[in-house]
């Protein structure tokens, strides 16, 4: 089984930056794909970005994005670690949200698995 754990979440001033943070634990071989989604009151869960490797150190990485983030938001990973960050500057009102990370992968015993995390709420407002 793989946990994914969030943090990062919080309180920001449009303009404002945050960072989220993403770590996965569990009986793991490889993460291909991990990925941050949101979903604001009332509406449904949306993504935000992803980026995609074959899970070794240093592998080639490709990375997409939602138009309404892109240019402010960045997703990055370290394999090492099974962490996935979002940096997330130039914050908007309508980033309000509850963040929630995503992996799917390979466990140790290359049964596929596909995991989400508990949520981080991010909140942008003066």
């Known amino acids: 089984q793989v946990q994914l754990v969030e943090s990062g979440g919080g309180l920001a001033q449009p303009g404002g930056s945050l960072r989220l943070s993403c770590a996965a634990s569990?009986?793991?071989?490889?993460?291909?794909?991990m990925g941050w989604y949101r979903q604001a009151p009332g509406k449904q869960r949306e993504l935000v970005a992803t980026?995609?490797?074959?899970?070794?150190?240093?592998?080639?990485?490709?990375?997409n994005y939602a138009d309404s983030v892109k240019g402010r938001f960045t997703i990055s990973r370290d394999n090492a670690k099974n962490t996935v960050y979002l940096q997330m500057n130039s914050l908007k009102p309508e980033d309000t949200a509850v963040y929630y990370c995503?992996?799917?992968?390979?466990?140790?015993?290359?049964?596929?698995?596909?995991?989400w995390g508990q949520g981080t709420q991010v909140t942008v407002s003066s």
């Open positions: 995503n992996a799917n992968g390979r466990t140790v015993l290359l049964r596929a698995f596909n995991s």
């Open positions: 569990g009986s793991i071989f490889r993460i291909y794909a």
């Open positions: 980026i995609i490797s074959d899970g070794s150190t240093n592998s080639d990485e490709s990375t």
